[in-house]
């Protein structure tokens, strides 16, 4: 694959006849008025009509009954100052969203609270088509529902989405996509869901955000749905769903997870909370012959769940869905789910490959069961975690590939797993199901018991922002130290790594000159498989043309302190 770069500079003269690029709406305001701060337009949608590229708009407080269309790129549409405009969609029925935004780049929506769309399809964000720089953030979405009648019956035609971002162009993606700090609840989805993030979407972060009271999947990541017309496009990659809130995301009529990746690529699930959903996460393939591939679910920390922690695999594969492979599920702390008693316990696991279960906890409910698993997992590495049921290590139940075991010697002998995972206590601060707290105290078993050859992938934190460790990491979400407070974090420098992917060589440009530094890659299992030490200089070559294809971590260190990471992926 040949990887061209390309740096565009854009040259852009306003015609707007008085010159200036910050404009305003109020809903005390007028069309007529120039849209000044003393004398601002009336509705937003105007406002819109009125800007040039790379001009904002600032909406001060107020109600507004409309619905939005983005009408071109290179656009700031935010809420002025701290003031708090709303817009209510009640009876508006010109477009399925309240905001959409179509074929549209540099794009950014600050500071709003949507409400009240109620018809089929409502939606309260839509991105589609193809784009790039594109940033929701800040907003408050609720009452986002299919019917106003509650107890509607539910199909697969009765929909309503919170934020939704459909990448349908056949051969440009949607890149350096943003879905940061919004709240999104009370929203009647049918068979859709809260956030989702779908087709040729290649780039993307889904962070701080709190997603609650969903009558389906909180936050989903999806491939293979034919969102894209070109199947090899079809499925969102490269992608950060990371320090979010999902909690009371129940579905009556199906389970459903907080978080949920299905058919995508190459992307990174950590440091979230997620209770009292149908699954904490999932990451599995519905669509029969297609894969999710490259997952990594790290640092979560999921309780209270209907059904189980955390779900892996294609759960009807291979007739009724894809499969998952090359998934890694390490240092979550899994804490007294499966509510409903379905006897899944913590972990249920359908088909995988090439999948990794390390360095976790799970803590099971008074139920004792651990996991179900109901097919074989091929090459699947599972050790060096901590089980624990109050009742005792001989009541630990596991329903493993048709073979049920009862006791944790039982097992791991019978399983041939977990031969150096232990059974303890891992002593949280709290084990009060209503207010958990994970993390570990001084005498925690769980401590220093992960896996010996675990290294920290490329900015990778506990849940509290601590590094892990270098030498043995403690299993759980959370990483030991003696003090409350953070005790080392990563010293950023601003590199460049290009191209990525990569082949055999790719290219390191630093801000300022590096003085003796030493450089390392890990695969995705945190085995070490590159090293280059004593870097100088600003411009670096790197060519490592023995790596097989898929996603590597480089770690950079000067003077002993961690001052780069980054995720690249090698192809051919």
């Known amino acids: 694959m040949k990887i061209v770069s390309l740096i565009i500079t854009f040259c852009v003269s306003s015609i707007f006849t008085s010159g200036q690029t910050n404009h305003y709406v109020s809903p005390n305001g007028d069309n007529s008025n120039p849209g000044t701060i003393a004398l601002p337009w009336l509705t937003i949608q105007f406002g819109l009509n ?8 600032n909406v001060l407080s107020g109600i507004f009954t409309e619905s939005i269309s983005i009408p071109l790129s290179n656009i700031y549409l935010r809420n002025y100052s701290s ?59 609720h009452d986002i529902h299919f019917s106003s009648n509650p107890n509607a019956t539910v199909n697969e035609n009765t929909n309503a989405q919170g934020i ?47 997603v ?21 496009n079809d499925q969102a990659r490269n992608g950060l769903v990371k320090n979010n809130v999902a909690h009371h995301c129940i579905s009556p009529y199906a389970t459903c997870g907080g978080i949920y990746i ?16 149908g699954f904490g996460i999932e990451v599995g393939c519905e669509n029969v012959g297609k894969i999710a591939d490259f997952i990594i679910v790290r640092n979560n920390v999921l309780y209270d769940n209907e059904i189980c922690a955390i779900a892996l695999g294609g759960f009807d594969y ?75 290590a001989n009541n630990l139940a596991v329903d493993w590939n048709g073979i049920e075991y009862s006791g944790f010697n039982s097992y791991t002998s019978g399983s041939n797993t977990n031969t150096h995972s232990i059974f303890g206590d891992p002593q949280f601060l709290s084990a009060n199901i209503s207010t958990p707290d994970v993390h570990l105290t001084s005498t925690s078993p769980s401590i220093n018991s992960g896996n010996p050859g675990f290294m920290p992938s490329l900015n990778e934190t506990d849940m509290d922002g601590e590094l892990r460790a270098n030498s043995i990491v403690d299993c759980g979400a959370d990483e030991f130290y003696p003090t409350n407070g953070v005790v080392e974090n990563f010293v950023t420098s601003q590199f460049m790594f290009y191209p990525n992917p990569f082949s055999t060589q790719f290219s390191i440009q630093a801000n300022s000159a590096l003085n003796d530094a030493n450089l390392t890659i890990y695969n995705s299992s945190g085995r070490q498989v590159h090293q280059e030490n004593h870097l100088i200089g600003s411009s670096i070559s790197i060519r490592c043309g023995n790596l097989s294809n898929g996603i590597y971590f480089i770690q950079i260190k000067q003077d002993h302190k961690i001052i780069s990471s980054e995720k690249i992926v090698v192809t051919d």
Not at 111 to 140: H, P, R, W, Y
Not at 178 to 201: M, T
Not at 266 to 277: D, F, K, P, R
Not at 357 to 374: E, S
């Open 262 to 277: 299905d058919g995508g690529k190459i992307i990174t699930v950590e440091n979230n909370i997620s209770y009292h959903n």
């Open 318 to 392: 291979p007739d009724g869905s894809g499969k998952v492979t090359n998934t890694t599920i390490r240092n979550n702390s899994c804490f007294q789910n499966d509510y409903s008693h379905s006897g899944n316990g913590e972990l249920y696991i359908s088909y995988s490959e090439n999948s990794t279960i390390d360095n976790n906890i799970f803590y099971t409910t008074d139920d004792d069961i651990l996991a179900y698993a109901d097919l074989s997992q091929p090459d699947l590495f599972f050790d060096y975690n901590t089980f624990y049921c109050e009742s005792g």
């Open 83 to 141: 003031d708090s405009p709303v817009i209510d969609a009640a009876g508006n029925t010109l477009q399925l969203a309240i905001i959409t935004i179509t074929d549209k780049s540099n794009i950014t929506i600050d500071g709003f609270e949507m409400k009240n769309n109620i018809q089929i399809d409502a939606q309260g964000i839509l991105i589609e088509g193809a784009g790039s720089d594109i940033t929701i953030k800040n907003c408050v979405i």
């Open 164 to 210: 939704i971002v459909y990448g349908t162009n056949e051969t440009t993606a949607i890149t350096n996509l943003k879905i940061e700090n919004n709240e999104l609840y009370n929203c009647r989805l049918g068979y859709s869901e809260g956030i989702a993030v779908n087709g040729n979407v290649d780039g993307f972060m889904v962070t701080g955000n709190t």
């Open 50 to 57: 009125q800007l040039d590229s790379f001009d904002t708009l």
């Open 212 to 232: 609650h009271d969903l009558t389906n999947i909180g936050i989903v990541v999806i491939g293979h749905e034919g969102t894209c017309p070109d199947p090899a």
